[in-house]
């Protein structure tokens, strides 16, 4: 069959995509030019998103220019929110950013303010200005550590004090850390939490600090990677805890029975079982666990550590080893 003739016609040329705004024309947009023009150069930058406008503002005239705008018709603080840019590829400015979500009724708009801080400077409280921003920066506070000066009552609102980091900063684990001094006062200090090796983990394991603790959890984060592992808290060795007491699942759950009965009890158990009878039944939490979740620990290659037994002193150290070895975990 003969080939049809076909006209082939060239594609259509792709359509330009429109340009920006330029900041200064966002400046003379309507919405917000009266309100830039009366704060002058607090407002720094202006970037448009999506038909929002974006006004960046100088930290330090942040207040001016909120009740700059609340005076005309944005009312409404919606919500603010922390910005972490550490990892964010190129960027060489301050670490963090707070952007303040702005709505006016009366205009049915929303514009968005945004200002920077570095870990060192706190940023000026709005908290005067709307007083919704007084939970919304305690909760800033708490997950980036950036502070508010001026705040009615700067305390953390979703962590307890005492935890240390800022779970929503980007070099805080994924995995999350152990407690701390709320959780265990017997372990840490006030205000203090975990240090590698503190509870018997990988240093991996916990968000590593420099130098003390603070009362708040500030810190600058670490993030070596080491595998030492810190001491465990000897004033708790002589402690021994209500739980240290015989049960089913547990027989040898005795501070009173020799190693060698309490092993004998366990000999046809699994490794758990017996590691858990070889310590010393206390339950005193000098090594960051229960005497059971210490066992579980090892047997589950979450700690390799055998010594932080300390009641139990060298002769539980001992026959960990022996366990361990026997079981082809060292």
Same mark, same amino acid.
């Given at each position: ?6 006209t082939?016609?060239p ?12 900041a ?7 919405l ?11 407002v720094?930058?202006?970037?448009e998103?999506?038909? !929002?406008?974006? +006004?960046?503002v100088?930290r ?6 909120? =009740?700059? *705008?609340?005076?005309? $018709?944005?009312k409404?603080l919606v919500?603010?929110?922390?910005v ?15 952007s303040?979500?702005?709505y006016?009724f ?9 200002t ?22 305690r ?5 980036f550590g ?8 700067? !305390?953390?609102? +979703?962590?307890?004090e ?7 900063? =980007?070099d *805080?684990?994924?995995? $999350?850390?152990?407690?701390g001094a ?34 708040r959890g ?13 001491e ?21 759950h ?8 309490r092993l004998?009890m ?6 758990k079982a ?6 010393a ?20 290659g979450?700690?390799k550590d ?7 002193e ?8 022996k ?8």
């Amino acid at each position: 069959m003969a080939e049809e003739n076909v006209t082939h016609r060239p594609a259509p040329a792709a359509a330009a995509k429109p340009a920006g705004r330029s900041a200064d024309e966002i400046r003379h947009d309507p919405l917000v030019a009266a309100t830039v023009e009366r704060v002058g150069e607090s407002v720094l930058d202006a970037k448009e998103f999506a038909g !929002e406008i974006t +006004l960046i503002v100088d930290r330090d005239d942040l207040v001016k220019v909120a =009740k700059a *705008f609340k005076d005309d $018709g944005f009312k409404y603080l919606v919500d603010l929110a922390g910005v972490d840019y550490s990892t964010y590829p190129g960027y060489k400015g301050d670490r963090f950013g707070v952007s303040y979500m702005l709505y006016s009724f009366g205009k049915n708009k929303r514009i968005r303010l945004r200002t920077y801080t570095d870990e060192a400077t706190a940023i000026p409280s709005v908290s005067a200005v709307w007083k919704t921003a007084n939970w919304q920066e305690r909760e800033v506070y708490d997950m980036f550590g950036v502070e508010f000066s001026n705040h009615p009552n700067l !305390e953390r609102i +979703l962590m307890w004090e005492g935890f240390n980091g800022h779970p929503l900063r =980007k070099d *805080f684990p994924i995995r $999350g850390i152990d407690t701390g001094a709320r959780i265990y006062p017997e372990v840490f200090p006030e205000g203090g939490g975990p240090k590698a090796g503190s509870t018997g983990k990988d240093a991996k394991d916990v968000n590593v600090y420099q130098g003390p603790w603070t009362n708040r959890g500030f810190g600058i984060p670490a993030r070596t990677g080491q595998k030492t592992q810190m001491e465990p808290a000897p004033e708790l060795a002589g402690a021994v805890a209500e739980t240290a007491k015989p049960s089913d699942e547990a027989p040898w759950h005795d501070p009173d029975l020799a190693i060698d009965q309490r092993l004998d009890m366990a000999k046809a158990l699994d490794l758990k079982a017996k590691l858990f009878a070889a310590m010393a039944q206390t339950d005193c939490t000098a090594c960051g666990w229960d005497c059971e979740g210490y066992a579980a620990a090892l047997a589950a290659g979450e700690t390799k550590d055998i010594s932080l037994c300390v009641p139990g002193e060298q002769e539980t150290e001992s026959m960990l080893q022996k366990l361990m070895k026997d079981a082809g975990k060292m």
